[in-house]
């Protein structure tokens, strides 16, 4: 038993860095002059550690070892028999890990202690849960397993769906990477086989698909834990509840519809346990991909005919709809209205909320650019991996009908706004300023476009620049025109014109009688910050509309952080 704390001691300063001589002590429920003799052994054992006694703390693995070094270095001690024998040979990084949570697992099941530190939170969840539904640890039924006879109901090369573009696109893509690929819905049901091999059908019922990986039905697995949390996971070996899984890894990433709603994941199944990180974000990536070609394509090509009759209504943004009489506003919209009429790049700074859409918007529809598209995207919002092709499109003659078109290239003649430019990975601003120096589409060197770029960010881009984390040619190239937009707390004067304005407008839209705002409460709205600055302001204003019984909105309605923040001033 003491060896096998000593053992725990060295994977929790692995997993944690430094730590404390109290903190090791709670953790495994000894004194602290146990820690520290716990230490004095290993260190005498040839482990690298690093200890200030004299300060209460500091103790940690001295860097530039790796776990197989540094286990190895204990485990040619005097103690190496005691403790394990031959079971410890490291061949690889990860077996001690392995073998530890083999041991976890046998702990749980019969119900003997374990350090739960030492396990994945989501797994020992999951664990729990099986074990209070009765999940068998070794049975399970093979009706669940897919039969051969119906791979013309799950494998994607069978179905209707192959014949459409989108999917070939993306079945042509997905077999290249040699993995077991298979999509479930949102109910852990099997939805498609990707990359099915006819040889399966020998091998049933010994090696199959399944049907349903619930966890009442098939125990903790990737896919079940990524529906349940999600988020992406990765479930190896013994991590699985099921004995009969020990052997095998699964990894699975959720992937999502046009209203952010799960709507599903992407899963693949290894028959060895060798997988890592690295995996996992192989399979995030292709429900990235699935979400573009798939889900986004066909929400795309139905509603088509409707966004191009609804685009005029909604994208009609002008300077009449910035609202504001401060002289900071007055001049920012001044000097937008004359920049408007030119064709030179701009670049628009300002906190989050303050407005740079609508001012993007409103520069575009007060040009000659007014008749032609406005498209919008932001950085934040799309995987590093997926905005090159998002923003260039991309043609591959290695996959059938794998081609996309530029964003420049469906919003020629008139507008891109790139948002939150600074969240940009340095492949794609390299990609953006060569489009610039062309100035035609990258990828397809077709005829020149004439494509205007409004860029805005939420920080300081010299800031960036100076970290390494943004290119200087790209912020020259984009900061032609610079206008800093100011946040809400620095034009206090505007709320209650922006109040009233919306108080009418959401009234409207919520087929609610026109309310009004007791004059009170812009002592409130002048002492809060702001944090998310004029779209904070519209919600709660839609809210106290929505949720306000009488006429006049009194102070009882809103929020208490409203509240206190006035109390804390006045």
Not at 132 to 139: G, I, K, P, Q, T
Not at 184 to 195: E, G, M, N
Request: proline share 2%.
């Amino acid at each position: 038993m003491r060896v096998n704390r000593l053992v725990r001691i060295i994977i929790t300063l692995l997993n944690k860095g430094t730590v404390t001589a109290k903190y090791l002590a709670d953790r495994f429920e000894v004194s602290t002059r146990t820690i520290y003799r716990d230490i004095d052994e290993l260190v005498l054992s040839g482990i690298p550690i690093y200890t200030n006694k004299g300060h209460g703390g500091g103790i940690s693995l001295v860097e530039g070892h790796t776990l197989k070094e540094t286990f190895s270095l204990f485990l040619d001690s005097d103690e190496k028999q005691e403790y394990a024998g031959d079971k410890y040979d490291f061949q690889d990084e990860g077996r001690l890990q392995i073998d530890i949570i083999s041991k976890i697992w046998e702990n749980f099941v019969e119900e003997i202690y374990f350090d739960k530190n030492l396990l994945k939170e989501e797994i020992l969840r999951s664990w729990k849960r099986c074990k209070s539904n009765n999940v068998s640890l070794s049975d399970f039924d093979i009706k669940n397993l897919m039969r051969p006879d119906e791979k013309q109901k799950y494998v994607l090369k069978y179905l209707p769906e192959y014949e459409l573009d989108e999917y070939r696109e993306f079945y042509n893509i997905v077999k290249n990477l040699n993995m077991d690929i298979s999509i479930y819905d949102k109910d852990a049901k099997l939805k498609y086989i990707i990359s099915y091999d006819d040889k399966l059908d020998d091998l049933y019922p010994n090696v199959g698909y399944f049907v349903d990986v619930s966890e009442n039905v098939l125990g903790t697995n990737s896919t079940c834990i990524a529906l349940m949390e999600n988020k992406p996971a990765l479930v190896v070996g013994s991590e699985h509840y099921k004995t009969m899984f020990h052997e095998y890894s699964c990894a699975a990433a959720p992937f999502y519809d046009s209203r952010n709603e799960i709507c599903g994941t992407i899963n693949a199944s290894f028959t060895h346990r060798s997988v890592n990180s690295d995996t996992l974000k192989i399979i995030y990536n292709i429900a990235r991909l699935y979400e573009v070609i798939i889900l986004k394509k066909i929400n795309y090509n139905k509603h088509l005919d409707y966004l191009r009759r609804e685009r005029r209504k909604t994208d009609l943004y002008t300077f009449d709809d910035i609202i504001g009489e401060t002289n900071t506003i007055k001049e920012l919209k001044i000097t937008a209205q004359k920049i408007a009429k030119a064709n030179a790049y701009i670049l628009l700074h300002g906190e989050t909320g303050v407005g740079k859409r609508l001012f993007a918007q409103a520069i575009h529809n007060s040009s000659d650019r007014r008749d032609k598209p406005f498209i919008s995207i932001n950085c934040s919002a799309i995987p590093d991996s997926l905005i090159g092709s998002e923003l260039f499109g991309y043609k591959s003659k290695g996959f059938e009908e794998a081609s996309r078109k530029s964003l420049f290239e469906y919003a020629n003649g008139g507008t891109v706004f790139i948002n939150e430019i600074e969240k940009m990975p340095i492949s794609a601003q390299a990609r953006l300023v060569d489009f610039q120096l062309d100035y035609q589409t990258y990828d397809y060197g077709s005829a020149p476009i004439n494509t205007r770029v409004i860029a805005a960010s939420t920080v300081d881009l010299k800031e960036i620049i100076k970290r390494g984390g943004f290119r200087e040619d790209l912020y020259y190239m984009l900061s032609i025109i610079e206008l800093n937009i100011p946040p809400l707390r620095d034009r206090l004067e505007d709320i209650e014109l922006i109040t009233r304005e919306y108080l009418k407008k959401f009234s409207i839209k919520n087929n609610m009688e026109i309310k009004e705002i007791d004059i009170k409460l812009y002592k409130y709205f002048k002492a809060y910050e702001w944090p998310d600055n004029i779209t904070q302001l519209l919600n709660v204003i839609e809210k106290l509309i929505v949720l306000s019984d009488d006429k006049v909105i009194k102070e009882d309605y809103l929020p208490q952080y409203i509240i206190n923040t006035k109390k804390k001033y006045y």
